[in-house]
């Protein structure tokens, strides 16, 4: 439909065909104006801080960012978890001093995000902070205290619960543990966001397990985070997984970036024992030549498909660093090759790897109940925190490339904007109504697509003319008064009962 819509005070105050009385006027004609979008799924834990522009989002129009995903989240910090987060985060240079939801938003917020954030609380850094690392089973004492830590953080205004139940220390814990922790989320009426323990040669049993802790703690609402069908034998059990999801008696919604290569760490096609080393011990292993021998004669026994899906996306090894983008199958000896980068590269090469259908990632798409994630942390264009994967650019146009003649452009936009909204109970968000806060993006659709690919990830999307965040431009050709920072964390409303 046509029509004028004004703000005031970072709000939306009317929508009709009568032309207000406005202080600025923005014309639109033959542009299309779309509530901000919801990127249901984001790492920008600690990129928000460290580079809070955002440019990677904010310039495919997404306007806020449910961040600590897949287990991970910056809080609750202490004196068990502190020097394991320093190390992941190395890369972005900013110390991490805070200790629970409240103190990590205020650093967030005196750094003014480009756009607006809710953080969920992360199910591994919360049992580090019970138990570190290790990988003991909690006793029911432990439990009872991870309880208490993350009712603090949910009453101090967290979004939710994630869980990453494939990596450490979530893959330790049983389902005691998990369904004591969503009996506590229950009565905040907030989602669990799980990255499932499998999502390949155990998907199935995975979703019954996510199903059954839900059910068993009274928890209503399940989300899968990035629902996909990994490895090839396993592209086949998507129609099982999705009749365990339609007869479950819960809410279940998902989200899902529009790609089918993730992107690790090369080293993950190593043998397991050396695929866990760190990237410099592994450096140190393969100087020597018997060593390099022996993993390259190893390498070599794998069929040649294999080399077929597997990418390099970054390597700082000097025979190899403008390679990136090439398929190892492209090399006359790939085994060699990663040898020589494994050996040269200290601070470790990344690859992407195609284990996921197309077919699959299309049916998932269409499914009513599956929102768009970038699975990425915001980016600045230079690659000084690291390479992204092209979705950490480019997920919400090819979002609506993908969809696009399959779904119409009013469902392909609720996918992005109140689906979220909903999933995630971002109160007054996701959609164009009076008394709405004004997150608002103003684009060309014919023009809106990503220029991201993997041999030129950090490329903004285009199409985009204007984005407001709370009322104010944050980004965009269009914009009519100097670019702000204007996002906030978003808390939930707190129930009376807590
Ligand atoms: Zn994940």
Known sequence: ??????????????????????????????????????????????????????????????????SGNCGLSPFPVNELNREHL????????????????????????????????????????????INGYSNSKLTPKQIS????????????????????????????????????????????????ATHLRSEGNQLIEAIEEAVDSCIAAGQPHLHISHLKTSGKKNWGKLDEALELINKAPLRITADRYPYTE??????????????????????????????ANTVKAELRK???????????????????????GKLLAEFSDPAAVCVEIWRTDRSGAMAAFSAMSPDNLRKILRLEFVACGSDESARPLDYSFGVSHPRGFGSFPEFVRLLNGIL???????????????????????????????????????EYCSNADFNTPH???????????????AYGAAAPTPIARSGKILKPQLKEML
């Not at 790492?43 to 960012?65: F, L, M, R, Y």
């Not at 990453?164 to 389902?175: D, K, Q």
């Not at 992107?263 to 397991?272: A, E, G, R, V, Y």
């Open 459 to 473: 490329q903004l999307a285009s199409g985009v003319k204007l984005v407001l965040v709370n009322g104010i431009p």
């Open 302 to 324: 794998y069929p040649a498909e294999r080399w077929q899906t597997c990418r390099l996306v970054s390597t700082s090894a000097p025979r190899f660093k403008t390679m990136n």
């Open 262 to 291: 993730s992107m690790t760490q090369l080293s993950i096609i190593l043998p397991d024992n050396l695929a866990s080393m760190p990237n410099e011990a592994l450096s140190d292993y393969l100087q020597s030549e018997i060593n």
């Open 1 to 66: 439909m046509q029509a004028n819509v004004q703000i005031s005070s970072g709000r939306i105050v009317s929508v009709g065909k009568k032309k207000p009385d406005s202080d600025l006027e923005i014309e639109a004609t033959g542009l299309a104006l779309t509530p901000g979008f919801i990127d249901a799924h984001g790492h920008s834990d600690i990129s928000i801080i460290a580079a809070p522009e955002a440019n990677s989002k904010v310039a495919q129009g997404i306007t806020t960012e449910v």
């Open 86 to 129: 320093k190390q992941l985060y190395e890369n972005y240079n900013c110390p991490i001093e805070w200790s629970d939801f409240s103190s990590y938003c205020r650093a967030v917020e005196i750094r003014c995000p480009a756009l607006n954030i809710a953080p969920l609380c992360g199910h591994n850094t919360l049992r580090a902070a």
């Open 145 to 192: 205290e991870t309880v208490t830590l993350l009712q603090t953080q949910l009453k101090q205004g967290a979004t939710g619960l994630s869980s990453g139940l494939l990596y450490t220390p979530g893959c330790f814990s049983n389902s005691d543990e998990i369904t004591a922790l969503l009996a506590a989320l229950m009565p905040f009426g907030r989602p669990y």
């Open 408 to 446: 119409s452009k009013e469902e392909i936009v609720r996918r992005m904007t109140s689906l979220p909204a909903s999933i995630f109970n971002l109160t007054g968000r996701g959609m164009i109504k009076p008394g709405y806060h004004a997150d608002l993006v103003l684009l060309d659709w014919q």
